[in-house]
């Protein structure tokens, strides 16, 4: 992240700036950047800065760059997680459903669904659903996200967004899901208890799942650490608020300081989704521990 202000071609000021900057405007974005400084010692108060919770200041607004991501973190949380969590709910029930129907028409249906919805891009069903449900049925609202301290409001505003996130993540995990509940239904253990005459989706979801939910747990851990990084596309067609319209807005804006903390919030909160994920193994696997 510190080197991204190095990898610009030309002054990194006079870029911010823009062609109508003055050479004194430029020293002074210079000075209060600490682009006048050497890179060593550059560096070491990046680090020492970024140890105290200071990202630095906008270049424009001259709001701290922690507080305007800190505002947008809650709506990405709250999209993210409800994506992920309405895909992994359907998509397993799905999964589980096509496994124990195998070769019926429950299971081709499930599976033509689930190739649909992997097939078609977040920002194309973030598109046909604006249009169809907002625009020209005006069920939902278009743009923003909701008017703030107005729970139901905000719900409204995320109906549409989540649904156009989840349509993806539904499909593979669903297909994840039937896959290894396939191959956990042939092993022995679960031929014993079909022996006792337990219904196959009783068994499926009593026994079979909890084995089989274990690539499912590294499937979401890397859906929700990437949608926590910004659902750059959904975010900007709905015009909401976010940690990647943020970064993307302030990419526009040449706001160098506001990128340069959003991508660093961005790949922490990439991290820590996957290491709770890596963690939760233990729970569904008791054979799995942690020294």
């Known amino acids: 992240m510190f080197s991204l202000i190095y990898l610009l071609p030309g002054d990194p000021a006079s870029i911010m700036l823009g062609p109508r900057a003055t050479p004194t405007m430029v020293e002074a974005l210079n000075k209060s950047l600490g682009l006048d400084q050497p890179v060593y010692v550059r560096l070491g108060h990046y680090v020492w800065d970024i140890l105290h919770g200071d990202l630095g200041e906008s270049v424009w607004s001259k709001h701290s760059v922690v507080n ?4 947008a973190l809650p709506y990405t949380i709250a999209l993210t997680l409800s994506s992920m969590g309405l895909a992994a709910f359907f998509g397993i029930i799905m999964g589980v459903l096509a496994a124990t129907h195998e070769k019926t028409l429950i299971d081709h ?83 014993v208890i079909k022996s006792f005459g337990a219904p196959m989706s009783y068994i499926a979801f009593k026994y079979a799942l909890k084995n089989a ?44 300081p506001v990128v340069q903390g959003g991508v660093l919030i961005a790949a922490l909160l990439f991290i820590l989704a996957n290491l709770v994920a890596d963690l939760s193994y233990a729970y569904f696997d008791p054979r799995i521990q942690y020294e």
């Open 68 to 71: 305007l991501l800190m505002s």
């Open 109 to 191: 249906l499930i599976t033509v669904l689930s190739l649909i919805a992997v097939s078609i891009p977040d920002f194309v069903a973030a598109c046909l659903l604006m249009l169809i449900f907002a625009v020209r049925l005006r069920f939902f609202p278009v743009l923003g996200g909701g008017e703030e301290g107005n729970i139901g409001d905000q719900i409204r505003h995320l109906i549409l967004p989540v649904i156009a996130l989840t349509l993806g993540w539904l499909g593979y995990i669903a297909r994840l899901v039937r896959d290894t509940t396939l191959e956990i239904l042939d092993m022995d253990y679960i031929k």
């Open 213 to 256: 939910i274990i690539p499912v747990v590294a499937t979401i851990g890397l859906g929700v650490g990437k949608l926590l990084g910004g659902a750059v596309f959904v975010e900007l067609i709905f015009n909401r608020p976010g940690i990647g319209k943020v970064i993307t807005d302030a990419v526009f804006a040449r706001d160098l």
